[in-house]
């Protein structure tokens, strides 16, 4: 068995780094070559069990300071952020509370249905019913699928309003990806519905997101960083009147919110007794080698060492009363090496093929954590040789360039034999060069008898030099939650509504199933942006 610590002995293929095409490449696939890995913030010794812990005892006796509000959201990232704009624009008074110096932001990709802009820029108009059905089958009939026929509903008009009202206004790029060039090497089937808010080589929404925050408070909404919030605040009736939090300082206030509190806290995937109540266990697993939640944000946007993702929205919204969808829970993850979104050839560390290479990164990772011999360390083997023919890639990125950027990471060993290269990456030479020989048999033969991939994929690996591409698979967000309604009020055990709590993006359930959904690239940015909209929207109204 290899491991890590053995891969990291061996002497690596080095290449010159090709940062417009790996910035293309990561702004593209919402991936990354380079992840910044942050640890669980709980350790290994943490049960299941004791997952929801205590509310913290704390009365507004406690409180230094009160400040009133019509609606208080917490967490100011992607759902917050629209949270607390679906509120404004609806009268309320709003207080925004974000526990970091800066809000999380991930990757760029946002899908949205039928807006004008697409319409003006040449996009299809595609019939919600379509995409919903098919995202019903992508989260293997898990979803609720009220929430995505909200999202099918509002998301085109709630970007053609982000547009006109904040990004426009403020400068802020926005455009929509060219439609996939290979779209048969998606299994899943991906409908041509992308927008990117910002600079579409940057990949991550600080730019949209700082927009955001610069309108919201122009338009008089108070915004609180470095301020935790740490317990919802209930009157007799179980209504939720408000949450305390506490400020850098050590300060704690009571906001009080007269029409309602949105709970936006995003993933718990920095709770490692959350994960391991509610991920599958080599899901935990894959987690425990590599988190990396914060892989875009730069290292001075992180005020403190506490991680962002330790689930407390989860817990204080089930202290008040909700209930969290049962696992196991869907997660986002994605592998780190090679190239991503070619379907070169892989193996498992025992030197077996295990999946139809033409799967989007998203849902491979499905096949690795379900497959027998998902390994210790969550790494496994693309396999090549390269020289023969470049393999198209899902994105567009001139196969050159990807090559390139596969060739400049770490993880890549070059030998001019199969048996040879084995060796290199601790793999059993017998198995592999079996593996190989019944691929090429595969090849000649232009039918994927094993995992029926498409003919045009199936590129031999029979001429020297052959390489071997470590792949990392990370651990990117936990993407579940609690009960809700359509209105995204959260629900109690008997399915009813807790009066006065809201919750939107990551802290809501049944939004995925078990898998990152990808219909389109980016479904939980928009998802998330339409349940902030429409819960701010329903409190502000209430
Ligand atoms: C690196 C990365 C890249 C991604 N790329 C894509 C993509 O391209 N397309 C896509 O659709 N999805 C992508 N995702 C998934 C998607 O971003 C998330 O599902 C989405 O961002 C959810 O947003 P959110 O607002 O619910 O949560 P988050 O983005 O996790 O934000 C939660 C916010 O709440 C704050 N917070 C937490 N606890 C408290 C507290 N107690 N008090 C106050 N504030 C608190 C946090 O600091 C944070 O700012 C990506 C995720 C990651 C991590």
């Given at each position: 068995m290899t491991d890590m610590k053995g891969i990291s002995r061996r002497s690596f293929l080095t290449g010159s780094a090709v940062l417009g095409g790996a910035a293309a490449l990561a702004g593209l696939a919402g991936c990354s070559p380079a992840p910044k890995d942050t640890s669980m913030a709980e350790t290994g010794s943490a049960t299941e069990e004791d997952w929801l812990g205590e509310a913290p005892a704390l009365t507004e006796a406690d409180c230094d300071n009160v400040v009133d509000a019509?609606?208080?959201?917490?967490?100011?990232?992607?759902?917050?952020?629209?949270?607390?704009?679906?509120?404004?624009?609806?009268?309320?008074?709003?207080?925004?509370?974000?526990?970091?110096?800066?809000f999380h932001y991930g990757g760029n990709q946002g899908s949205f249905l039928n807006s004008e802009f697409q319409k003006q820029s040449g996009k299809p108009t595609y019939d919600p019913k379509e995409i919903v059905y098919h995202i019903v089958g992508n989260t293997a009939n898990r979803c609720d699928i009220r929430q995505w026929r909200v999202w099918a509903d509002r998301s085109g008009e709630l970007v053609d309003t982000l547009i006109e009202k904040v990004l426009t206004?403020?400068?802020?790029?926005?455009?929509?990806?060219?439609?996939?060039?290979?779209?048969?090497?998606?299994?899943?089937?991906?409908?041509?519905?992308n927008v990117v808010?910002?600079?579409?080589?940057?990949?991550?929404?600080?730019?949209?997101?700082?927009?955001?925050?610069?309108?919201?408070?122009?338009?008089?909404?108070?915004?609180?960083?470095?301020?935790?919030?740490?317990?919802?605040?209930?009157?007799?009736?179980?209504?939720?009147?408000?949450?305390?939090?506490?400020?850098?300082?050590g300060s704690r206030t009571l906001f009080k919110a007269a029409k309602g509190v949105i709970v936006c806290t995003g993933s718990y995937a920095g709770n490692a007794a959350m994960v391991k109540k509610f991920q599958q266990e080599k899901v935990a697993k894959l987690l425990e080698e590599g988190n990396v939640y914060t892989m875009?944000?730069?290292?001075?946007?992180?005020?403190?060492?506490?991680?962002?993702?330790?689930?407390?929205?989860?817990?204080?919204?089930?202290?008040?009363?909700?209930?969290?969808?049962?696992?196991?829970?869907?997660?986002?993850?994605?592998?780190?090496?090679?190239?991503?979104?070619?379907?070169?050839?892989?193996?498992?560390?025992?030197?077996?093929?295990?999946?139809?290479?033409?799967?989007?990164?998203?849902?491979?990772?499905?096949?690795?954590?379900?497959?027998?011999?998902?390994?210790?360390?969550?790494?496994?083997?693309?396999?090549?040789?390269?020289?023969?023919?470049?393999m198209p890639c899902f994105i567009g990125i001139d196969p050159n360039v990807l090559d390139a950027i596969a060739k400049s990471g770490t993880g890549v060993y070059q030998a001019d034999t199969l048996e040879e290269l084995a060796e290199l990456i601790d793999v059993d030479p017998a198995t592999f060069t079996a593996t190989i020989e019944r691929y090429n048999e595969m090849c000649e033969k232009g039918v994927d008898e094993d995992f029926m991939k498409s003919s045009e994929y199936l590129i031999p690996v029979k001429n020297p030099p052959?390489?071997?591409?470590?792949?990392?698979?990370?651990?990117?967000?936990?993407?579940?939650?609690?009960?809700?309604?359509?209105?995204?009020?959260?629900?109690?055990?008997?399915?009813?509504?807790?009066?006065?709590?809201?919750?939107?993006?990551?802290?809501?359930?049944?939004?995925?199933?078990?898998?990152?959904?990808?219909?389109?690239?980016?479904?939980?940015?928009?998802?998330?942006?339409?349940?902030?909209?429409?819960?701010?929207?329903?409190?502000?109204?209430?």
């Open positions: 019509d609606v208080v959201v917490i967490g100011s990232a992607v759902a917050g952020s629209l949270s607390a704009f679906g509120a404004l624009e609806n009268g309320a008074k709003v207080v925004m509370l974000e526990r970091n110096k800066i206004p403020a400068g802020i790029p926005f455009t929509c990806s060219p439609a996939p060039d290979e779209p048969e090497l998606w299994l899943n089937r991906v409908f041509d519905i808010l910002g600079d579409p080589t940057k990949d991550n929404y600080k730019e949209f997101l700082s927009g955001m925050h610069a309108y919201l408070a122009d338009n008089g909404a108070d915004i609180r960083y470095n301020t935790k919030a740490e317990v919802l605040v209930q009157d007799e009736a179980g209504r939720v009147t408000g949450v305390i939090a506490t400020a850098e300082d875009y944000m730069d290292t001075e946007d992180l005020s403190s060492a506490e991680p962002m993702d330790d689930g407390i929205g989860h817990r204080m919204m089930c202290w008040a009363g909700a209930e969290m969808e049962g696992g196991p829970h869907g997660f986002l993850g994605w592998p780190n090496g090679g190239h991503i979104g070619c379907p070169n050839l892989e193996v498992d560390q025992a030197g077996r093929r295990y999946m139809n290479e033409a799967l989007f990164p998203v849902n491979q990772v499905q096949q690795v954590v379900s497959a027998a011999s998902m390994p210790s360390g969550a790494f496994t083997w693309e396999i090549s040789s390269t020289e023969d023919r470049l052959f390489y071997a591409f470590n792949e990392k698979w990370v651990f990117v967000c936990s993407i579940a939650g609690v009960h809700t309604n359509d209105k995204f009020q959260v629900l109690n055990a008997d399915h009813e509504v807790i009066p006065g709590l809201f919750a939107a993006g990551n802290t809501v359930g049944r939004r995925f199933g078990y898998a990152y959904e990808s219909s389109g690239m980016g479904m939980s940015n928009s998802q998330a942006m339409v349940a902030g909209y429409v819960a701010g929207e329903t409190a502000a109204k209430a």
